[in-house]
């Protein structure tokens, strides 16, 4: 079974924690990485991508140093590598223009308001799932317990 990957970033150590800390019953059947700017994002997919391995979805702050999360998500969108990729706008500090934009540019399927909870996050991420792996034509059964 190839590798589907969970990628986090936020530039807040606590926010990556406690996003860990809720995914990791996902932790089985996926990778669940952790980055704390957009360019270790960026990074981090060139070398996902190469080893054949599935970018499934990514949560993203919005407010960030250098990129924010509506141009990391943006780069993601236009990538014709990850044309079914999920895309998570996690933020408790997005503006209503950023989050059109996030919409528009970003194609996000979610909108996240921190705080969060443990709970909608899980449900949103097994939503996606089952949304990614339907799309990508995987076999689905590798992923049962995980997907609605």
């Avoid at 054949?52 to 990514?58: C, S, T, Y």
Wanted: charged share 30%; hydrophobic share 40%.
């Amino acid at each position: 079974m190839d590798k589907l990957f969970i990628i986090c970033v936020d530039d807040q150590k606590e926010v990556l924690n406690a996003l860990e800390q809720d995914l990791k019953i996902f932790d089985e059947k996926l990778n669940v990485e952790v980055c704390d700017s957009a360019d270790e994002v960026l990074s981090l997919v060139d070398e996902i991508d190469e080893k054949g391995d599935f970018v499934a979805i990514i949560i993203s702050d919005q407010v960030m140093p250098g990129k924010s999360g509506v141009e990391l998500l943006s780069k993601i969108e236009e990538d014709s590598r990850f044309p079914h990729t999920r895309k998570v706008l996690l933020t408790g500090q997005a503006t209503h223009q950023d989050t059109i934009e996030a919409i528009n540019l970003g194609g996000i399927d979610k909108y996240i308001s921190k705080p969060w909870s443990r709970e909608d996050m899980v449900e949103t991420i097994k939503r996606l799932l089952t949304i990614y792996v339907t799309r990508k034509g995987l076999a689905y059964e590798g992923y049962a317990e995980l997907i609605n």
